[in-house]
């Protein structure tokens, strides 16, 4: 039975399997709800044994983003209580798209955003901070008018939808 890696690796560069790799690793981490990258551990696991250690080490700085992540919205959550799970990027190992600035959330999301950033410099003093509102997502809950009468919903938007929303309250 033939190795489908082995093919590939004599079809295509490493280089260029192992962007490929970075593209479909961030895309999934991203959309993670929660911080566990056990999958994503094994088949990096199994590429490090074809390709390398070297050529992935961008993807290892992916994965560890996101252990550290989990552990740094613990302690921001433990010290203030705020309502983030945010994924905290080294942004030379990703593979992200270039983003404009000119993006200002609604005033009450950009005060939340405001006292993560404090709570994030109080854990990290060394490391700089910057928001990428294009790609986070809130949860807000909307009173619907229904048959029973108003009931909570929750929605989980991106950052711009939920601050066009908020903006026509």
């Given at each position: 039975?033939?190795?489908?890696?082995?093919?590939?690796?004599?079809?295509?560069?490493?280089?260029?399997?192992?962007?490929?790799?970075?593209?479909?690793?961030?895309?999934?981490?991203?959309?993670?709800?929660?911080?566990?990258?056990?999958?994503?551990?094994?088949?990096?696991?199994?590429?490090?044994?074809?390709?390398?250690e070297d050529v992935l080490a961008p993807c290892?700085?992916m994965l560890r983003d996101l252990q550290q992540?989990?552990?740094?919205?613990?302690?921001?959550?433990?010290?203030?209580?705020?309502?983030?799970?945010?994924?905290?990027?080294?942004?030379?190992?990703?593979?992200?798209?270039?983003?404009?600035?000119?993006?200002?959330?609604?005033?009450?999301?950009?005060?939340?955003?405001?006292?993560?950033?404090?709570?994030?410099?109080?854990?990290?003093?060394?490391?700089?901070?910057?928001?990428?509102?294009?790609?986070?997502?809130?949860?807000?809950?909307?009173?619907?008018?229904?048959?029973?009468?108003?009931?909570?919903?929750?929605?989980?938007?991106?950052?711009?939808?939920?601050?066009?929303?908020?903006?026509?309250?």
């Amino acid at each position: 039975r033939p190795d489908v890696l082995r093919i590939l690796l004599s079809a295509l560069s490493v280089s260029a399997i192992v962007q490929e790799y970075k593209n479909v690793l961030c895309r999934q981490l991203l959309d993670k709800v929660d911080f566990d990258t056990t999958k994503e551990e094994e088949v990096l696991e199994r590429l490090k044994r074809f390709l390398g250690e070297d050529v992935l080490a961008p993807c290892i700085v992916m994965l560890r983003d996101l252990q550290q992540s989990r552990r740094l919205n613990m302690r921001v959550k433990v010290d203030s209580e705020l309502p983030f799970r945010v994924t905290t990027l080294s942004l030379t190992c990703w593979p992200l798209p270039t983003f404009k600035d000119g993006f200002k959330p609604h005033p009450s999301i950009a005060h939340l955003m405001d006292g993560y950033a404090d709570a994030f410099k109080k854990h990290k003093p060394n490391q700089s901070y910057k928001w990428l509102g294009q790609l986070g997502t809130v949860c807000i809950r909307v009173h619907q008018q229904g048959s029973a009468g108003p009931a909570p919903v929750d929605y989980e938007l991106d950052v711009f939808t939920d601050s066009a929303a908020l903006h026509l309250q």
